[in-house]
């Protein structure tokens, strides 16, 4: 499991994120985390190559 800190869509505070990648994973991947100070969701879009994550966006969740 990997811990990232993001900043939140909504209220601009930071918080952590855990990503449960398998070692085998490579691509992209979005996955929906609510904010831990406001609780708005937060869509996240991150990327995986060679066990390396990179996150690309984190936008708003209520699409």
Known sequence: M???VITCFFC????EVSLEIGSSFIGND???YDCE???NPNKLEYEVYDGEIIINN???GNE
């Open 37 to 39: 100070i406001c609780c």
């Open 30 to 32: 979005v996955e929906i």
């Open 2 to 4: 990997t811990h990232k």
């Open 12 to 15: 601009f505070e930071q918080f």
């Open 58 to 60: 984190v936008g708003d």
